[in-house]
Protein backbone atom coordinates (compact mmCIF):
# COMPACT_ATOMS: atom_id res chain seq x y z
CA UNK A 1 0.00 0.00 0.00
CA UNK A 2 3.10 2.11 1.01
CA UNK A 3 4.44 1.19 -2.49
CA UNK A 4 0.82 2.11 -4.32
CA UNK A 5 0.76 5.69 -2.66
CA UNK A 6 4.53 6.75 -3.23
CA UNK A 7 3.60 5.82 -7.36
CA UNK A 8 0.35 8.26 -6.82
CA UNK A 9 1.98 10.95 -5.06
CA UNK A 10 5.13 10.81 -7.59
CA UNK A 11 2.20 10.81 -10.70
CA UNK A 12 0.56 13.69 -9.23
CA UNK A 13 3.85 15.47 -8.81
CA UNK A 14 4.37 14.87 -12.11
CA UNK A 15 0.98 15.91 -13.42
CA UNK A 16 1.56 18.99 -11.40
CA UNK A 17 5.12 20.04 -13.08
CA UNK A 18 3.93 19.47 -16.31
CA UNK A 19 0.80 22.05 -15.77
CA UNK A 20 3.42 24.41 -14.44
CA UNK A 21 5.60 24.24 -17.43
CA UNK A 22 2.94 24.67 -19.75
CA UNK A 23 1.74 27.46 -17.89
CA UNK A 24 4.93 28.87 -18.17
CA UNK A 25 5.52 28.26 -21.39
CA UNK A 26 1.81 29.86 -22.82
CA UNK A 27 3.40 32.90 -21.01
CA UNK A 28 6.62 32.90 -22.35
CA UNK A 29 6.51 35.95 -24.75
CA UNK A 30 4.87 38.12 -21.53
CA UNK A 31 8.07 37.03 -19.49
CA UNK A 32 10.37 37.85 -22.35
CA UNK A 33 9.29 41.48 -22.05
CA UNK A 34 9.90 41.65 -18.37
CA UNK A 35 13.53 39.39 -17.79
CA UNK A 36 16.92 40.25 -18.69
CA UNK A 37 17.68 37.96 -21.32
CA UNK A 38 21.32 37.02 -22.42
CA UNK A 39 22.21 37.99 -25.90
CA UNK A 40 25.80 37.25 -27.70
CA UNK A 41 26.70 36.29 -24.18
CA UNK A 42 25.77 38.89 -22.41
CA UNK A 43 23.01 39.95 -20.47
CA UNK A 44 20.92 42.85 -21.50
CA UNK A 45 17.18 44.26 -20.69
CA UNK A 46 14.93 44.41 -23.85
CA UNK A 47 12.05 46.00 -21.55
CA UNK A 48 11.49 49.69 -20.92
CA UNK A 49 12.00 52.58 -24.24
CA UNK A 50 16.05 52.55 -23.72
CA UNK A 51 19.10 50.26 -22.53
CA UNK A 52 20.91 50.67 -19.18
CA UNK A 53 24.04 52.38 -18.54
CA UNK A 54 27.48 51.28 -16.85
CA UNK A 55 27.67 52.86 -13.56
CA UNK A 56 30.83 51.62 -12.76
CA UNK A 57 30.04 51.00 -8.90
CA UNK A 58 31.81 48.19 -7.11
CA UNK A 59 31.30 44.47 -7.79
CA UNK A 60 34.48 42.90 -7.09
CA UNK A 61 36.43 42.73 -3.84
CA UNK A 62 40.37 42.64 -3.54
CA UNK A 63 42.14 41.57 -0.01
CA UNK A 64 43.59 44.45 0.76
CA UNK A 65 46.23 41.78 2.56
CA UNK A 66 47.28 40.41 -0.46
CA UNK A 67 48.49 44.32 -1.82
CA UNK A 68 52.43 44.47 -2.15
CA UNK A 69 53.51 47.66 -2.97
CA UNK A 70 51.83 49.70 0.12
CA UNK A 71 53.87 51.76 2.46
CA UNK A 72 54.47 48.74 5.10
CA UNK A 73 55.33 46.78 2.86
CA UNK A 74 57.93 47.54 0.67
CA UNK A 75 59.47 45.48 -2.61
CA UNK A 76 61.84 43.23 -2.40
CA UNK A 77 64.20 42.65 -5.41
CA UNK A 78 64.55 39.44 -6.87
CA UNK A 79 66.89 38.50 -9.87
CA UNK A 80 66.39 40.98 -13.22
CA UNK A 81 67.02 37.64 -14.99
CA UNK A 82 67.79 37.79 -18.76
CA UNK A 83 65.57 40.19 -19.54
CA UNK A 84 67.78 42.95 -17.45
CA UNK A 85 71.14 41.80 -19.72
CA UNK A 86 72.79 44.73 -21.13
CA UNK A 87 73.30 44.44 -24.63
CA UNK A 88 72.82 48.03 -26.00
CA UNK A 89 74.03 51.33 -25.21
CA UNK A 90 70.83 53.55 -26.68
CA UNK A 91 68.85 56.11 -24.39
CA UNK A 92 66.09 56.13 -27.33
CA UNK A 93 64.36 53.35 -27.83
CA UNK A 94 61.56 52.78 -29.98
CA UNK A 95 59.06 49.78 -29.32
CA UNK A 96 56.46 47.76 -30.88
CA UNK A 97 54.70 44.21 -31.76
CA UNK A 98 53.65 43.19 -35.38
CA UNK A 99 51.75 40.49 -36.63
CA UNK A 100 53.27 41.39 -40.26
CA UNK A 101 56.56 41.29 -41.88
CA UNK A 102 58.38 44.50 -41.34
CA UNK A 103 57.47 47.93 -42.14
CA UNK A 104 58.82 50.86 -43.15
CA UNK A 105 58.08 52.43 -40.25
CA UNK A 106 60.27 49.78 -38.28
CA UNK A 107 63.22 50.46 -41.18
CA UNK A 108 62.87 54.25 -39.98
CA UNK A 109 63.00 53.87 -36.49
CA UNK A 110 66.13 51.31 -36.67
CA UNK A 111 68.08 53.53 -38.90
CA UNK A 112 67.26 56.59 -37.04
CA UNK A 113 70.68 57.43 -35.34
CA UNK A 114 70.87 57.19 -31.67
CA UNK A 115 67.93 55.11 -31.72
CA UNK A 116 67.57 51.31 -31.05
CA UNK A 117 64.68 49.16 -32.06
CA UNK A 118 62.92 46.12 -30.16
CA UNK A 119 60.64 44.29 -31.97
CA UNK A 120 57.97 42.02 -29.86
CA UNK A 121 56.88 38.99 -31.55
CA UNK A 122 53.71 37.37 -31.22
CA UNK A 123 52.05 33.73 -32.57
CA UNK A 124 51.37 35.24 -35.52
CA UNK A 125 54.85 36.98 -36.81
CA UNK A 126 56.38 35.99 -39.60
CA UNK A 127 59.39 33.44 -38.32
CA UNK A 128 62.32 34.29 -39.12
CA UNK A 129 61.53 38.21 -39.25
CA UNK A 130 63.57 40.12 -41.31
CA UNK A 131 64.83 42.57 -40.00
CA UNK A 132 68.53 43.14 -38.28
CA UNK A 133 70.63 45.71 -37.85
CA UNK A 134 73.14 47.00 -34.99
CA UNK A 135 70.55 48.88 -33.20
CA UNK A 136 67.85 46.09 -33.33
CA UNK A 137 66.60 43.57 -30.79
CA UNK A 138 63.64 40.72 -32.36
CA UNK A 139 62.63 39.29 -29.29
CA UNK A 140 61.05 36.28 -31.32
CA UNK A 141 58.72 33.52 -29.83
CA UNK A 142 61.11 31.18 -29.00
CA UNK A 143 63.68 34.30 -27.07
CA UNK A 144 60.07 34.83 -24.84
CA UNK A 145 59.59 31.62 -24.15
CA UNK A 146 63.09 31.16 -23.06
CA UNK A 147 62.93 34.35 -21.19
CA UNK A 148 59.85 33.35 -19.51
CA UNK A 149 61.92 30.96 -17.34
CA UNK A 150 61.73 32.12 -13.46
CA UNK A 151 60.12 35.50 -14.48
CA UNK A 152 56.53 35.62 -13.53
CA UNK A 153 55.39 38.52 -15.77
CA UNK A 154 56.66 36.93 -18.94
CA UNK A 155 54.87 34.04 -18.30
CA UNK A 156 51.66 35.09 -17.97
CA UNK A 157 51.58 37.62 -20.24
CA UNK A 158 49.14 36.05 -22.60
CA UNK A 159 49.85 35.22 -26.35
CA UNK A 160 47.61 37.04 -29.53
CA UNK A 161 47.19 40.36 -27.36
CA UNK A 162 48.63 43.59 -27.72
CA UNK A 163 49.85 43.43 -24.35
CA UNK A 164 52.60 41.47 -25.03
CA UNK A 165 54.02 45.06 -26.16
CA UNK A 166 54.58 45.46 -22.34
CA UNK A 167 57.82 42.94 -22.56
CA UNK A 168 59.59 45.10 -25.20
CA UNK A 169 58.80 48.15 -22.84
CA UNK A 170 60.56 46.08 -19.84
CA UNK A 171 63.30 45.53 -22.45
CA UNK A 172 64.00 48.71 -23.27
CA UNK A 173 63.62 49.92 -19.48
CA UNK A 174 66.45 47.67 -18.60
CA UNK A 175 68.70 48.56 -21.41
CA UNK A 176 68.99 51.89 -19.77
CA UNK A 177 65.99 53.90 -22.18
CA UNK A 178 65.51 57.38 -21.01
CA UNK A 179 62.87 57.91 -23.89
CA UNK A 180 60.92 55.19 -25.30
CA UNK A 181 58.88 55.47 -28.91
CA UNK A 182 55.77 53.58 -28.45
CA UNK A 183 54.64 53.05 -32.01
CA UNK A 184 52.59 51.00 -34.38
CA UNK A 185 53.82 49.32 -37.51
CA UNK A 186 51.87 51.26 -39.95
CA UNK A 187 52.55 54.64 -38.41
CA UNK A 188 55.47 55.86 -40.64
CA UNK A 189 57.52 58.28 -38.55
CA UNK A 190 58.47 61.76 -40.80
CA UNK A 191 61.09 62.65 -38.09
CA UNK A 192 61.98 61.54 -34.09
CA UNK A 193 63.34 63.87 -31.73
CA UNK A 194 64.94 63.20 -28.61
CA UNK A 195 62.75 64.38 -25.74
CA UNK A 196 65.36 64.97 -23.49
CA UNK A 197 67.07 67.34 -25.99
CA UNK A 198 67.55 71.23 -26.26
CA UNK A 199 67.64 73.07 -29.08
CA UNK A 200 71.31 74.08 -28.86
CA UNK A 201 72.08 70.47 -28.67
CA UNK A 202 69.78 68.66 -30.79
CA UNK A 203 68.11 69.62 -34.57
CA UNK A 204 65.76 67.33 -33.16
CA UNK A 205 64.82 68.46 -30.17
CA UNK A 206 61.59 68.24 -28.47
CA UNK A 207 59.44 71.11 -28.18
CA UNK A 208 60.49 73.26 -26.01
CA UNK A 209 57.21 74.83 -24.77
CA UNK A 210 53.68 74.53 -25.98
CA UNK A 211 50.47 75.87 -25.35
CA UNK A 212 48.53 75.52 -22.60
CA UNK A 213 44.39 74.79 -23.23
CA UNK A 214 42.72 75.82 -19.54
CA UNK A 215 39.18 74.65 -20.42
CA UNK A 216 35.89 76.20 -19.72
CA UNK A 217 34.39 75.76 -15.64
CA UNK A 218 33.34 72.22 -15.87
CA UNK A 219 35.31 70.61 -18.74
CA UNK A 220 36.84 67.46 -17.76
CA UNK A 221 38.07 66.43 -20.69
CA UNK A 222 39.22 68.34 -23.66
CA UNK A 223 39.20 67.38 -27.45
CA UNK A 224 42.49 68.70 -28.78
CA UNK A 225 41.58 67.59 -32.47
CA UNK A 226 40.03 70.86 -33.63
CA UNK A 227 42.81 73.11 -32.42
CA UNK A 228 45.46 71.13 -34.12
CA UNK A 229 43.87 72.10 -37.59
CA UNK A 230 41.76 69.20 -38.07
CA UNK A 231 41.11 69.49 -41.98
CA UNK A 232 37.61 67.90 -41.29
CA UNK A 233 35.07 68.65 -38.20
CA UNK A 234 33.80 67.12 -36.19
CA UNK A 235 36.46 65.02 -35.50
CA UNK A 236 37.54 63.33 -31.93
CA UNK A 237 39.96 60.81 -31.24
CA UNK A 238 39.30 56.80 -30.15
CA UNK A 239 38.53 57.39 -26.45
CA UNK A 240 36.94 60.24 -26.09
CA UNK A 241 33.28 60.43 -24.36
CA UNK A 242 30.74 60.07 -27.28
CA UNK A 243 28.03 62.25 -25.17
CA UNK A 244 30.97 65.10 -25.72
CA UNK A 245 31.42 65.32 -29.09
CA UNK A 246 29.63 68.16 -29.84
CA UNK A 247 30.66 70.07 -26.59
CA UNK A 248 32.47 73.18 -28.48
CA UNK A 249 33.27 74.89 -25.21
CA UNK A 250 35.32 72.39 -23.89
CA UNK A 251 37.65 71.94 -27.44
CA UNK A 252 40.27 74.34 -28.57
CA UNK A 253 39.92 76.14 -31.52
CA UNK A 254 42.09 77.17 -33.88
CA UNK A 255 41.08 81.08 -33.54
CA UNK A 256 42.36 80.84 -29.56
CA UNK A 257 45.89 79.28 -30.19
CA UNK A 258 47.53 83.00 -30.35
CA UNK A 259 45.67 84.08 -26.94
CA UNK A 260 47.10 80.60 -25.06
CA UNK A 261 49.77 80.76 -22.40
CA UNK A 262 53.23 79.41 -23.48
CA UNK A 263 54.61 76.72 -20.74
CA UNK A 264 57.62 75.37 -20.43
CA UNK A 265 57.72 71.11 -21.38
CA UNK A 266 60.37 70.30 -19.03
CA UNK A 267 57.39 68.83 -16.97
CA UNK A 268 56.05 67.01 -19.95
CA UNK A 269 56.19 63.32 -19.21
CA UNK A 270 54.28 62.02 -22.19
CA UNK A 271 54.39 63.51 -25.68
CA UNK A 272 51.34 62.31 -28.14
CA UNK A 273 51.78 62.73 -31.66
CA UNK A 274 49.27 63.19 -33.83
CA UNK A 275 48.90 61.07 -36.87
CA UNK A 276 48.51 62.49 -40.69
CA UNK A 277 45.93 60.56 -42.87
CA UNK A 278 44.11 58.13 -40.87
CA UNK A 279 44.86 59.51 -37.72
CA UNK A 280 43.47 57.41 -34.42
CA UNK A 281 39.87 57.98 -34.41
CA UNK A 282 37.08 55.63 -33.62
CA UNK A 283 34.89 53.27 -35.72
CA UNK A 284 31.88 55.37 -35.32
CA UNK A 285 33.76 58.17 -36.91
CA UNK A 286 35.39 55.98 -39.44
CA UNK A 287 31.91 55.03 -40.50
CA UNK A 288 29.87 58.13 -40.57
CA UNK A 289 32.94 60.50 -41.06
CA UNK A 290 35.69 61.58 -43.84
CA UNK A 291 39.09 60.20 -44.30
CA UNK A 292 41.62 61.28 -45.04
CA UNK A 293 41.93 63.23 -42.08
CA UNK A 294 44.86 65.45 -41.63
CA UNK A 295 46.48 68.23 -38.98
CA UNK A 296 48.30 71.21 -38.92
CA UNK A 297 52.48 70.09 -39.02
CA UNK A 298 53.65 73.60 -38.50
CA UNK A 299 51.04 74.09 -35.38
CA UNK A 300 52.23 74.09 -31.64
CA UNK A 301 51.83 71.35 -28.89
CA UNK A 302 48.91 71.79 -26.64
CA UNK A 303 49.13 70.67 -23.15
CA UNK A 304 46.17 70.93 -20.74
CA UNK A 305 46.32 71.73 -16.81
CA UNK A 306 45.87 68.97 -14.11
CA UNK A 307 42.71 67.43 -14.00
CA UNK A 308 41.82 67.84 -17.29
CA UNK A 309 41.36 64.28 -19.22
CA UNK A 310 42.19 64.17 -22.78
CA UNK A 311 42.97 60.39 -24.42
CA UNK A 312 46.30 59.12 -26.12
CA UNK A 313 47.28 56.12 -27.84
CA UNK A 314 49.44 53.75 -27.96
CA UNK A 315 50.41 54.53 -31.53
CA UNK A 316 52.66 57.24 -31.76
CA UNK A 317 53.68 58.11 -27.98
CA UNK A 318 57.15 59.52 -27.06
CA UNK A 319 57.40 58.94 -23.25
CA UNK A 320 59.89 59.66 -20.74
CA UNK A 321 61.93 57.98 -18.26
CA UNK A 322 59.88 59.67 -15.70
CA UNK A 323 56.72 57.89 -16.94
CA UNK A 324 57.92 54.67 -17.65
CA UNK A 325 55.72 53.06 -15.02
CA UNK A 326 53.03 54.11 -16.35
CA UNK A 327 53.17 51.73 -19.83
CA UNK A 328 52.05 48.69 -18.60
CA UNK A 329 48.79 47.86 -21.02
CA UNK A 330 45.93 46.08 -19.41
CA UNK A 331 45.86 42.46 -20.59
CA UNK A 332 42.06 41.44 -19.88
CA UNK A 333 40.79 44.40 -21.98
CA UNK A 334 40.38 43.89 -25.92
CA UNK A 335 43.64 45.93 -27.64
CA UNK A 336 41.34 48.52 -28.91
CA UNK A 337 40.62 49.47 -25.45
CA UNK A 338 44.17 48.79 -23.45
CA UNK A 339 45.76 51.57 -24.63
CA UNK A 340 42.93 54.29 -24.41
CA UNK A 341 42.43 52.66 -20.70
CA UNK A 342 46.06 53.29 -20.04
CA UNK A 343 45.70 57.00 -21.12
CA UNK A 344 43.32 57.46 -18.43
CA UNK A 345 44.70 55.74 -15.60
CA UNK A 346 48.21 57.56 -16.51
CA UNK A 347 47.38 60.71 -16.41
CA UNK A 348 45.70 60.85 -13.40
CA UNK A 349 49.01 59.56 -11.39
CA UNK A 350 51.21 61.84 -13.67
CA UNK A 351 49.52 64.89 -12.13
CA UNK A 352 50.61 62.98 -8.35
CA UNK A 353 53.98 63.57 -9.45
CA UNK A 354 54.20 66.98 -10.59
CA UNK A 355 54.14 66.09 -14.75
CA UNK A 356 51.86 66.38 -17.62
CA UNK A 357 50.63 65.34 -20.84
CA UNK A 358 51.06 67.23 -24.40
CA UNK A 359 49.83 66.92 -28.01
CA UNK A 360 52.19 67.80 -30.85
CA UNK A 361 51.41 68.11 -34.40
CA UNK A 362 52.12 64.98 -36.64
CA UNK A 363 55.18 62.90 -36.47
CA UNK A 364 54.02 59.93 -38.22
CA UNK A 365 51.93 59.17 -41.16
CA UNK A 366 50.17 56.74 -40.97
CA UNK A 367 48.70 54.05 -43.24
CA UNK A 368 46.42 51.55 -41.35
CA UNK A 369 46.89 48.00 -41.66
CA UNK A 370 43.67 46.19 -42.87
CA UNK A 371 40.79 46.70 -40.33
CA UNK A 372 37.06 45.66 -40.34
CA UNK A 373 35.28 48.42 -39.04
CA UNK A 374 32.24 46.65 -37.25
CA UNK A 375 35.01 44.14 -35.46
CA UNK A 376 36.68 47.50 -34.59
CA UNK A 377 33.37 48.78 -33.54
CA UNK A 378 32.56 45.97 -31.20
CA UNK A 379 35.89 45.35 -29.68
CA UNK A 380 35.54 49.25 -28.95
CA UNK A 381 32.59 48.86 -26.98
CA UNK A 382 33.85 49.59 -23.21
CA UNK A 383 34.99 52.93 -24.86
CA UNK A 384 31.83 54.39 -25.89
CA UNK A 385 29.90 52.74 -22.86
CA UNK A 386 32.48 53.28 -19.65
CA UNK A 387 34.89 56.26 -20.40
CA UNK A 388 32.58 59.25 -19.20
CA UNK A 389 31.98 57.23 -15.93
CA UNK A 390 35.64 56.31 -15.79
CA UNK A 391 36.22 59.69 -15.37
CA UNK A 392 34.16 60.57 -13.21
CA UNK A 393 35.74 58.52 -10.77
CA UNK A 394 39.03 59.19 -11.83
CA UNK A 395 38.46 63.05 -10.65
CA UNK A 396 37.68 61.87 -7.35
CA UNK A 397 39.94 58.72 -6.55
CA UNK A 398 42.69 59.66 -4.14
CA UNK A 399 45.16 57.57 -3.41
CA UNK A 400 46.86 57.24 0.07
CA UNK A 401 50.23 55.42 -0.60
CA UNK A 402 53.54 57.68 -0.41
CA UNK A 403 54.96 55.80 -3.54
CA UNK A 404 53.97 55.63 -7.44
CA UNK A 405 54.37 51.96 -7.05
CA UNK A 406 51.86 51.75 -4.31
CA UNK A 407 49.17 54.62 -5.81
CA UNK A 408 49.56 52.50 -9.20
CA UNK A 409 48.74 49.43 -6.98
CA UNK A 410 45.70 50.93 -5.54
CA UNK A 411 44.26 52.13 -8.71
CA UNK A 412 44.16 48.84 -10.72
CA UNK A 413 42.72 47.36 -7.57
CA UNK A 414 39.85 49.78 -7.38
CA UNK A 415 39.14 50.09 -11.15
CA UNK A 416 38.89 45.77 -11.11
CA UNK A 417 36.85 46.34 -7.87
CA UNK A 418 34.56 48.29 -10.62
CA UNK A 419 35.03 46.31 -13.14
CA UNK A 420 37.15 48.26 -15.42
CA UNK A 421 39.85 45.56 -15.79
CA UNK A 422 39.83 41.93 -14.62
CA UNK A 423 41.22 40.46 -11.61
CA UNK A 424 44.66 39.34 -13.59
CA UNK A 425 45.30 43.13 -14.25
CA UNK A 426 45.70 43.88 -10.76
CA UNK A 427 48.00 40.51 -10.45
CA UNK A 428 50.25 41.67 -13.63
CA UNK A 429 50.53 45.17 -12.34
CA UNK A 430 51.77 43.75 -9.27
CA UNK A 431 54.26 41.57 -11.26
CA UNK A 432 55.23 44.78 -13.97
CA UNK A 433 56.20 46.79 -10.93
CA UNK A 434 57.86 44.14 -9.41
CA UNK A 435 59.94 43.73 -12.87
CA UNK A 436 60.54 47.79 -12.98
CA UNK A 437 62.22 47.28 -9.51
CA UNK A 438 64.19 44.41 -9.85
CA UNK A 439 65.51 46.06 -13.26
CA UNK A 440 66.45 49.00 -11.12
CA UNK A 441 64.01 51.70 -12.32
CA UNK A 442 63.79 54.69 -10.30
CA UNK A 443 59.60 55.49 -9.40
CA UNK A 444 59.33 59.65 -9.72
CA UNK A 445 58.31 60.91 -6.09
CA UNK A 446 54.58 61.53 -5.73
CA UNK A 447 53.09 64.64 -3.30
CA UNK A 448 51.12 64.01 -0.32
Given at each position: ??????????????????????????????????????????????????????????????????????????????????????????????????????????????????????????????????????????????????????????????????????????????????????????????????????????????????????????????????????????????????????????????????????????????????????????????????????????????????????????QATIHRRNSFWGLYLPVTVH??????????????????????????????????????????????????????????????????????????????????????????????????????????????????
Open positions: AKMDRRVVMGLAGAAVGLLLLRTVWAWRPSIAQNAEETVVGRPRSISGTSGRLFKGEPIHAFQRTDMRFQDDSPAVATKAGALGTREFDCDNWGVVTTIFEPSESMRVVANTPGWCLVVVADRKTPDPFALDGPNVKVLSVADQIALEHGDEFLAATPWNHFGRKNIGFLYAIAQGAQVIFDFDDDNLPYVLWDANARENRSAVAAPPVALEHVPAPGCHVVNVYPGMGATSLPAWPRGFPLSKIKTATCAPTAAMLGHLKKVSTDNVAVFQSLASHDPDVDAIYRLTQPLPLNFDRSGPAITLPPHVYSPYNAGRVSDIWRSYFTQRLLWDAGLRLAFTPPLVVQTRNPHNYLGDLDAENDLYMRTEVLIEFLRHWRGTSSTMAGRLEELYVALYERDYVGLEDVLMTQRWLQRLHDVGYAFPEVDA
